[in-house]
């Protein structure tokens, strides 16, 4: 099958960009971190770890349980959204006290807390937005390169029409949809190093342990813009700069506890 299709050259540029933030962007923390601790490599990895336990194994199970037993939830936008933040943080954030107890254990220094929240969210970058942008990247390549006719090979005349669909809605998009991917996985990677840190506090008892039900509101509360776009509410950009608002005033948050539980007044 024969075809016109092309993807324009800035799509394909904003995609690499994206891929180069979701995979690059984890690995330059991440040796920032060893700089500062030899413990900072188990603690990026244990992030990972509790992440991918966390969000992707028990928060998809227990999705999918929910919506099994109340299958008209996805039909109420709003009702929706609240439990789909809340479960979201609840998840992660109880993912992220039972990986910085652990480690905490066994290094208690800031660093650890700071890297585990790089393992955290860099693991989620490269999972949830690293492998579906580089999939992405190379089929524009492939398709711009003359070569789509070999994306449909063994494929039915059926699914070759239903291909060149997918592909032509995907190169109608506008040429920044593709970098959005890239700006959210900078605002996501900032919010779960921050709450990162707070969870670190808690376990360090430089907080009371109401920093813990903080984290889960606050992760939540982050949430609802993109949650907010995905039922069509809002815009993707609209989505974006509202998440980055939030994200910063948890940052500046974040950073007034730490300077307000620092004897030394370091940050």
């Known amino acids: 099958m024969m075809t016109t299709l092309a993807f324009p050259t800035l799509s394909v540029v904003f995609t ?4 180069v933030i979701a995979f690059a962007l984890p690995i330059v ?9 030899r413990n900072a490599l188990f603690a990026v990895a244990v992030g990972a770890v509790c992440f991918t336990l966390g969000a992707i194994v028990l928060e998809s199970a227990f999705h999918q349980l929910v919506l099994a037993f109340i299958p008209g939830l996805t039909e109420n936008a709003l009702l929706y959204i609240v439990y789909g933040c809340l479960a979201a943080g609840l998840f992660e954030e109880t993912a992220r006290l039972i990986g910085l107890r652990f480690l905490c254990k066994r290094d208690a220094s800031p660093v650890t807390g700071f890297s585990y929240g790089v393992g955290h ?7 949830l937005v690293g492998v579906t942008v580089l999939n992405n990247f190379i089929i524009m390549l492939t398709v711009n390169g003359g070569s789509v006719d070999s994306l449909l090979t063994g494929a039915t005349e059926e699914q070759s029409s239903l291909v060149i669909t997918q592909l032509e809605q995907l190169a109608a998009l506008p040429s920044t949809t593709f ?10 990677i900032s919010m779960h190093i921050a709450l990162s840190v707070l969870i670190w506090m808690v376990v360090t008892k430089r907080l009371p342990m109401w920093g813990y039900p903080l984290s889960i509101a606050l992760h939540a509360v982050s949430n609802v813009p993109a949650a907010m776009y995905q039922t069509g509410m809002i815009g993707l950009w609209t989505s974006e700069l509202l998440t980055a608002v939030l994200v910063v005033c948890i940052v500046f948050l974040v950073r007034g506890f730490y300077r307000a539980t620092d004897p030394a007044k370091t940050v």
């Open 16 to 19: 690499g960009i994206s891929g």
């Open 29 to 37: 923390l991440a040796v920032l971190c060893c700089r500062r601790s």
């Open 121 to 127: 969210g860099g693991i989620e970058a490269i999972l």
């Open 179 to 188: 970098l959005a991917a890239g700006v959210e996985r900078i605002i996501a």
